[in-house]
């Protein structure tokens, strides 16, 4: 493989209800950065069908080119549809770097579209840096529980691929004044070629937890004692105008589902206020939430483990503090 031939830095612009995901408009500011560092274009790929409009959200975000394909055969993803335009666009215009953002999706997409060319990904990055020079991308994430930062190279395949969780990078301020170059290609696809049919979209009728997009957040742990203690938590959550998160070992117990749970293995988050209410503060917690804005912990252990990640911590039982919280904020 001449990997002299791969040029230019992509990121996967995942489209949902009419819009470009925020994950990907993320992806956009740090892919613009390591464009300018390397001298390099950044463009975006939207896949879709109806989504030739969107191609311009991505330009007031940092991108200098989108290629399109909207055809109605992507009207609803599937991995085989969807990969065979990337490999064949990454074919076509060979660049050096994908960022996808690790959505469902973008996790889908991008280890399908790996495997088929042969190429490396690291999955769920926490950061990103491209090497001026070389072009290799350094992308970390951690490792062994938590416990290191491991940089992954991929030093002998193009493109380097990368799914990026979201909130973890930032978008750039949009500058409506930006333009850039819609590039429309299309791919011939039937409908005979693809083995998946989409019979029915069945949509989730419970609310959604979005907790990635959370500004305040209120997160119970096995410190709650039952699925009646940690009621204690939505009424918190609930007064406060909060989003609901927790710990694995809360949501193991079965108190609370596990889209609301918070760490290594479930949301990254970064919202302005986040409460670690009956949380011990493991690692593999930590890492979910420790780049929250301000970080209150309330433990009756005052050597929780908790105490050294916060900002503000209050030792004490949390059915007494949580209570005198809620009514202290109501006369707010
Ligand atoms: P505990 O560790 O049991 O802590 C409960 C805390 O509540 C204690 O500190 C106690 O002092 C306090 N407490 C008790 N009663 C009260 C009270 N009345 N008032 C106030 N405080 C009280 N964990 C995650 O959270 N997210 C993950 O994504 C995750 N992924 C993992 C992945 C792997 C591979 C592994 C091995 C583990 C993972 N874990 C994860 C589990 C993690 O290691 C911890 O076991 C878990 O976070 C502990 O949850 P906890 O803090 O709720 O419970």
Redesign the pocket.
């Known amino acids: 493989m001449n990997l002299e031939e791969y040029r230019g830095i992509w990121v996967y612009l995942e489209a949902r209800d009419g819009q470009i995901a925020p994950v990907s408009l993320e992806l956009l500011g740090a892919g613009r950065q390591m464009a300018d560092k390397r001298g390099v274009p950044l463009a975006g790929l939207l896949i879709g069908d109806g989504v030739e409009e969107l191609a311009q959200t991505a330009f007031p975000y940092g991108a200098d080119q989108v290629y399109v394909y909207d055809q109605r055969i992507f009207a609803d993803y599937r991995t085989e549809s969807y990969m065979r335009a990337v490999i064949e666009c990454v074919e076509k215009h060979k660049p050096e770097i994908i960022l996808y953002g690790a959505t469902t999706t973008g996790k889908d997409l991008a280890s399908a579209v790996a495997t088929d060319l042969q190429t490396g990904l690291t999955a769920d990055t926490t950061m990103l840096d491209v090497n001026a020079e070389t072009g290799l991308l350094e992308a970390s994430r951690p490792a062994f529980?938590g416990n290191i930062m491991a940089t992954i190279l991929c030093k002998k395949h193009r493109p380097q691929m990368a799914t990026v969780r979201p909130k973890v990078m930032k978008a750039l301020e949009a500058d409506q004044t930006r333009t850039g170059e819609v590039i429309k290609e299309s791919i011939k696809l039937a409908e005979e070629d693809i083995r998946t049919k989409v019979l029915k979209i069945v949509r989730e009728t419970r609310e959604k937890v979005r907790l990635d997009e959370a500004d305040v957040i209120v997160a119970g742990?096995?410190?709650?004692?039952s699925k009646e203690g940690f009621q204690l938590i939505h009424r918190f959550a609930e007064s406060i105008g909060a989003t609901v998160g927790?710990?694995?070992?809360?949501v193991e117990a079965g108190w609370v589902d596990h889209a609301h749970?918070?760490?290594?293995?479930?949301v990254t988050v970064t919202p302005k206020i986040y409460f670690a209410?009956?949380?011990?503060?493991?690692?593999?917690?930590l890492v979910?939430m420790r780049n929250s804005g301000l970080i209150i912990a309330?433990?009756?252990?005052p050597n929780?483990l908790?105490f050294q990640a916060c900002h503000y911590g209050i030792v004490?039982?949390?059915?007494e503090?949580v209570p005198l919280l809620m009514k202290a904020f109501q006369k707010e």
Do not use: C, E, P
């Open positions: 529980g742990g096995k410190g709650l004692g927790a710990s694995r070992d809360a749970q918070v760490g290594q293995t479930g209410i009956g949380i011990s503060g493991a690692i593999q917690h979910g309330i433990n009756k252990d929780a908790i004490g039982d949390a059915f503090i």
